[in-house]
């Protein structure tokens, strides 16, 4: 018990729970659901009639928020579906380190260098604009624990 001032947390979660359940007839397209355990946003759905006994049944499309895989899944229109909570934050990019590592600023000025670049087509982008000197805005979407980096644009506020 003597260990007890050794003990030193960083961050505390709240405990919150990653998702909270929806209707499945209340979903809308480009929103956002769990399909497969994977945040997903809705790119098609669409409702089949009820047979003589059953219940409407809501067929979903959705493309995942990180991986971009496509997943479906078909639900009663009555049942609950999870909703992830999505976070998206604007961060500016001060560095690049050498082994891939972002150096993002947020608005209150807070430095954080825990995400990587992004694989594929925003990656590539991302290091042509840093090494061509320009001010990057990062846009970070955050899901279940995950974060990814999923656009970046030119900072045009600092041009003022």
């Given at each position: 018990?003597?260990?007890?001032?050794?003990?030193?947390?960083?961050?505390?979660?709240?405990?919150?729970?990653?998702?909270?359940?929806?209707?499945?007839?209340?979903?809308?397209?480009?929103?956002?659901?769990?399909?497969?355990a994977r945040p997903c946003k809705i790119v098609e759905m669409s409702t089949s009639k009820t047979g003589k006994?059953?219940?409407?049944?809501?067929?979903?499309?959705?493309?995942?928020?990180?991986?971009?895989?496509?997943?479906?899944?078909?639900?009663?229109?009555?049942?609950?579906?999870?909703?992830?909570?999505?976070?998206?934050?604007?961060?500016?990019?001060?560095?690049?380190?050498?082994?891939?590592y972002l150096s993002l600023m947020s608005d209150n000025?807070?430095?954080?260098?825990?995400?990587?670049?992004?694989?594929?087509?925003?990656?590539?982008?991302?290091?042509?604009?840093?090494?061509?000197?320009?001010?990057?805005?990062?846009?970070?979407?955050?899901?279940?624990?995950?974060?990814?980096?999923?656009?970046?644009?030119?900072?045009?506020?600092?041009?003022?």
């Amino acid at each position: 018990m003597a260990d007890i001032e050794d003990t030193h947390f960083e961050t505390g979660d709240s405990g919150a729970s990653a998702t909270y359940p929806m209707q499945c007839s209340a979903l809308r397209k480009n929103g956002f659901v769990m399909l497969k355990a994977r945040p997903c946003k809705i790119v098609e759905m669409s409702t089949s009639k009820t047979g003589k006994h059953g219940h409407a049944k809501v067929h979903l499309v959705g493309i995942d928020i990180f991986s971009g895989k496509k997943y479906e899944d078909i639900c009663p229109s009555t049942h609950n579906m999870d909703v992830p909570h999505v976070k998206r934050e604007d961060y500016q990019l001060t560095d690049i380190s050498d082994d891939g590592y972002l150096s993002l600023m947020s608005d209150n000025g807070d430095l954080r260098e825990d995400l990587k670049i992004p694989d594929g087509e925003v990656g590539a982008q991302l290091r042509s604009e840093y090494d061509a000197g320009k001010d990057i805005l990062c846009t970070v979407l955050k899901s279940c624990g995950e974060e990814v980096v999923i656009a970046v644009k030119t900072n045009t506020a600092l041009d003022k």
